[in-house]
Each structure stands twice: as C-alpha cells, then as structure tokens.
C-alpha cells in the first residue's frame, strides 16, 4: 500500500477519542513481533469502537540496507509509511548515536517525530491525546512534543523503563520530569507503580493497568497432532523470547542435565544465541534442546500448546505476555519471583515461583510444578480467562474521558 492510499482522513464519530499512539516498540513490515504488545493493547483499545488512532513509531536512522550490517540494516528496511491491522503507521528516522546518545535521544526523536505526529493529527482531524509506551526515551519526547503542541500525554511504563534506566542520572532526571509533566502515567504491574512511587512519582498520577491476553487467538488446540509433528516425546518445557542475557535462556539449558527426560523448546532470535549453542553443545544435550529461531506471533499458540510447562527466568520484567499467552493455552508456568511475575502466577493454577533465579532454580521448580498437584490444562486456561483485554480497554477509556474532560474548551 502506498502512501497516498491511506493518507486519507480517519472517519470517527463525534464522541470518539482521537488518540496518536507513539512508541519505538512497535511492529513493523521487516520486525513483526518487535513491541507487539504494544500493537496488540491498541488494536483491543480500537475495536471497543470508542477510539481511532494513528501510530507515529520512531525507528533509528541507518543509511545502509545491506544484511552485513545486521539489525541496522533493518532499520533502514522499514518502510516509512504503512498499514497493519487496519491502523496507520507512521516510521520517521531518528538520530541514534550509540553509547554517548543516551541523554539526547528523547530530544532527537521528539525533533524528528514532530513532523509525523502532525501528519497523524491532521490526518484523524485532530488529537485529544497523545498515548505514548515506554518512559524513556520514547515518553519523554512524547511529552515534549505534547508541550508544542498543547496536546496531553498519557505515558504507559513498561519494564526497564523503571527497573533499569533510571539507575542513570539524566535519563531519572527526564523521567522524573515527564511523569510531573504529563496528564497521566500508565503502569502494567503494581510492582512498576511501587517502583514510579520511590522516584516521587505522585501515586495519584499513577494507574496500573495490566495487560491482557487475546483468548481467541491463545487457546487450547490439538496437543497431539503438534506434539506428532514437532516428534515430541515425554515431557516438554518451552522458553520464549528474545535471545539476551537477561531473559535467562542459559539458565534453564544449565539446569537440563538435572531434568533427565525433559524436552526443551527455545523460541527467539538475538545475540546470545552462539553462546547458548555452545553451552548445549558442551551439556551434550544436542538431543534435547532446540533452538527454534523467531516465530511469528500466530504461530505461538501451538507451540504453548505442546509444552507441558513454559519457563520464564528472565532476571527483570514489567508485565511478562508470554506467562498469560502459555496459560491461555492451558499450560502452566513457571517465572522468576521479579517484578510483575508474582501478579501473573497468583494462584496455583497458574503455576509456580522459582525461589531462586539460577540453574538450581530451574530445576527446582520443574520438579515442584511437575509433581501430584500439578494443575490441569482446564485448570490453568480457567485462570488465564479472567485476564482477557476488556477491563485494561474500559480503563484506558475512563482515563482518556477524564483527562479531555479537564482540558479547556476551544
């Protein structure tokens, strides 16, 4: 689709909120699940039919589209303009200089976004707010664009937006004034606000807002015919995300040769994944444990659906998808006691807490959940229902509908 296409004016009723949504986290035509927690939050927002949106998703300057320069180069694939699910997404370049650009980078992507959110605002004839993800350094150019343009800021927190950057001084410094400033602040977990709160963050500017699951697409399939075609035998455990060192992958392969007959599955794509090959290399556990690469978002259900057990040892997180996701599907998980993670896996059905995030943890914790009280599949996608998107849709528009209603009539 071009852009002339779908330049046109959104259609809206007159009560509908016009939001312009601004996040770096979000997918695209080259990055499909890059942020598309985000993308699936908005679209759950959009079909209540109460909002229209367009997307400004800021994507860093590269000039080179070569595949020798690895994830650089798709940032210079990403098309400037396109269309998924219905919405409008705008790409501007930003300026992203490595290492010495931490503290410029909400200024360099404000400068650069501001022509794209005044696209997006004529567009839709007009915004009532600018609904931005990630507190740094996406929310603080988003509230400093809201300043130019007199247009309030909701900020949605999201993880290492409070648990890691902050511990720098500048970046604290900017958040810390971007909560002040903007209209309302946004956290996916209660352990975020408390984390918001001890920067004096006002409590009252804050709402937790969980995510939820989409329970039409993350459901119950034929285990079976998935465990047949992917020649599963005897019980598996699944470890889903990004390759990095915080997401904990190599701790749950060290913890493979104390689980003997157990099938590891590892879905995700990134850095680290020449060091975990050799690390199941030198377990010899090349039979065992497979790498499966990145998976497309649809593509998730089936394979939640053939493990036994999702295993999640990431060492921070905001609010973990992919513990609802696998739960949705009946199966039950098993995380790391951080952050959002104990508001997750509440209940035994939903699973168990490691009690210590190492290899021994692990191991410890498979053989706790896989012992007589494991809960069944009904059990676990049971609890996984009342997680739907409905209630974080109504609380998003409550909030919207009280921050236009103190805004001055024109």
């Given amino acids: 689709m071009n852009a002339k296409q779908i330049e046109g004016k959104v259609a809206r009723t007159a009560k509908q909120i016009r939001l312009v949504t601004f996040s770096s986290l979000y997918p695209n035509a080259v990055q499909s699940n890059h942020g598309v927690f985000v993308e699936n939050r908005l679209r759950h927002l959009i079909a209540s039919g109460e909002v229209v949106s367009r997307v400004v998703a800021p994507v860093p300057y590269f000039p080179f589209r070569s595949s020798r320069f690895g994830q650089y180069a798709q940032f210079a694939q990403v098309p400037t303009l396109e269309e998924r699910h219905g919405l409008t997404i705008h790409h501007p370049r930003y300026l992203l200089i490595p290492k010495v650009g931490m503290n410029l980078s909400p200024y360099l992507m404000a400068l650069a976004a501001l022509p794209a959110v005044k696209a997006a605002i004529k567009a839709q004839g007009g915004a009532d707010i600018l609904d931005a993800h990630y507190l740094f350094p996406d929310s603080v150019a988003a509230t400093i664009i809201g300043r130019m343009l007199d247009i309030p800021v909701v900020m949605t927190a999201r993880g290492t937006d409070v648990s890691l950057i902050p511990r720098y001084p500048v970046p604290r410094r900017l958040i810390q004034k971007a909560c002040k400033s903007a209209a309302g602040t946004i956290t996916v977990s209660a352990a975020l606000k408390d984390a918001l709160v001890g920067m004096d963050v006002d409590p009252e500017h804050v709402t937790v807002l969980r995510n939820g699951v989409d329970l ?30 915080r997401k904990g992958h190599h701790l749950i392969i060290e913890a493979m040769p104390s689980l003997p007959g157990f099938t590891l599955l590892i879905a995700g794509e990134g850095p680290e994944r020449p060091h975990l090959e050799k690390t199941i290399t030198a377990l010899g556990l090349g039979d065992r444990v497979r790498l499966l690469g990145a998976l497309p978002h ?98 998003q528009i409550e909030l919207f509908r009280k921050i236009i209603s103190r805004q001055p009539r024109p």
Avoid at 225 to 235: F, I, S, V
Avoid at 304 to 327: C, F, K, P, T
Avoid at 331 to 346: D, F, K, L, M, R
Avoid at 357 to 372: E, I, N, Q, T
């Fill in 216 to 245: 039409g697409l993350f459901r119950p399939l034929d285990r079976q015919a998935t465990r047949h075609r992917l020649g599963l035998d005897g019980p598996t455990l699944i470890s889903v995300g990004h390759l990095i060192e």
């Fill in 298 to 395: 649809a593509e998730l259900p089936e394979l939640y659906g053939a493990a036994d057990a999702l295993i999640l040892a990431s060492s921070r997180e905001g609010w973990a998808n992919v513990l609802l996701e696998a739960m949705a599907c009946g199966t039950p998980a098993i995380g790391t006691q951080i952050w959002g993670n104990p508001e997750v896996i509440a209940k035994p059905e939903a699973g168990i807490l490691m009690t210590e995030r190492s290899a021994k943890g692990v191991a410890d914790a498979v053989r706790a959940l896989f012992g007589p009280r494991m809960p069944t599949r009904e059990a676990t996608r049971a609890y996984a229902s009342a997680f739907s998107w409905d209630a974080t849709t109504e609380g």
